[in-house]
């Protein structure tokens, strides 16, 4: 608003001059620059789309992630449209916009579905607008994607050269079927080491599940968290040591909670930042790329020749588990899939060639002329 102010000051001394000079185009133009000031102030107390966005988010209890990916594909629809306001656009300029991500970004189909997802959402939560119903059936066909795996002796390569909480995090993504973020996000509550299981809180969709801790991994999580209890102490000792907690748990169980041990995070970052909202000091978990990085870096050297990332642990967790038997409802709930569909694809990378069946090249070698007596028959 300051920058308004001296724009309408600036236009007022250009229009009037000095008292002499008065003349009526001067105060016409004092009298815009009046009504634009006006307009300004009405605009600012309006909320903006990515205001109601973000509300409509929140109301409706979706990740940070979604949220994230559709601020961003509101705003690229915008600027791709030279600004004008979505309420100005059509389902047309939405195919428009498809088009262009398909044609001349190259975006994959599960892309440009999530930006039709996210569009979908803006006129049909935001603006209110019936738009959605003609722009709903402009989904992109996905191709059907076969997920890569490692065998077990290259993922016990690549481990093998990580160290530190690194490979402590890898080895709990390929030994307990954990997603990236929900490995960052695990708090010391969450291990329950008597009956070796894991509790995943609020994993993707927002679900709940229990799955496995490797019995392999149990002394070095109680060193690493030993080592970060003695950490967190320190840290109460300097004033610090909250973590945030989700919802609204922090208005149910206290400030205390936020301090206590039971909900720190079993891989805190290297360093803290001061909460705006509450003027208290934290620690926020690990950030994700630590260990995207980590994983890239001991796949080189380990000398792995395929894509792998961590995801791909996760792919071999539940690959090894059918290969060794295990039913596929198990691996499901594991996985924390909802739909059995989805675990399925895993059969198909099955160890044991094409469908199972053993190729007519590797039968046993007979020689030719051999059984043959010569006789007929």
């Known amino acids: 608003m300051a920058g308004v102010r001296s724009a309408v000051a600036k236009w007022y001394h250009a229009g009037m001059g000095t008292p002499r000079s008065f003349d009526v185009d001067g105060m016409n133009r004092v009298r815009e ?44 629809f915008v600027r791709h449209f030279q600004m004008r306001h979505p309420r100005d656009l059509g389902p047309g300029d939405v195919q428009a916009f498809l088009t262009h991500l398909a044609r001349d970004a190259g975006v994959s189909a599960s892309t440009q579905n999530q930006a039709l997802a996210a569009l979908l959402f803006l006129y049909r939560e935001v603006l209110r607008l019936p738009m959605s119903a003609s722009i709903g059936h402009m989904h992109a066909k996905r191709p059907r994607r076969l997920p890569n795996v490692l065998s077990h002796t290259d993922v016990m390569r690549v481990l093998a050269k990580m160290d530190g909480v690194p490979r402590l995090m890898a080895s709990l ?13 695990l708090r010391v509550k969450d291990l329950d080491f008597a009956r070796r299981e894991l509790r995943v809180r609020g994993g993707k969709g927002q679900k709940d599940r229990v799955t496995m801790l ?40 206290g400030t205390s909670a936020a301090r206590s041990w039971a909900w720190q995070w079993v891989f805190p970052g290297s360093s803290t930042h001061v909460s705006h909202e509450y003027q208290e000091r934290r620690r926020h978990h ?30 071999s967790f539940a690959t090894h588990l059918l ?21 399925m694809l895993y059969t198909h990378v099955l160890n044991r060639g094409g469908f199972g069946v053993r190729s007519p090249l590797d039968a046993p070698t007979v020689p030719v002329g051999a059984g043959l007596d010569g006789g007929g028959g």
Do not use: N
């Open 286 to 315: 690990v950030d994700p790329t630590v260990l995207q990085r980590a994983v890239k870096v001991a796949a080189c050297l380990a000398r792995v020749d395929q894509r792998v990332s961590c995801h791909t642990l996760r792919h």
């Open 323 to 343: 290969e060794s038997g295990y039913d596929i409802r198990t691996v499901q709930e594991l996985l924390g899939h909802s739909d059995v569909r989805t675990t």
């Open 33 to 76: 620059c009046v009504t634009l000031y006006r307009s300004v102030r009405v605009m600012a107390t309006r909320p903006t789309l990515l205001t109601v966005l973000h509300d409509r988010i929140v109301a409706k209890h979706y990740s940070a992630r979604t949220e994230e990916a559709y601020r961003h594909w509101v705003r690229r």
């Open 214 to 253: 490797p019995a392999g991994l149990l002394p070095p999580l109680r060193a690493h968290l030993d080592a970060m209890r003695l950490r967190h102490e320190a840290d109460l000792a300097a004033g610090a040591g909250a973590v945030e907690l989700p919802g609204a748990l922090r208005a149910k169980l």
């Open 173 to 185: 993504l390929f030994g307990s079927g954990l997603r990236l973020l929900e490995c960052c996000h």
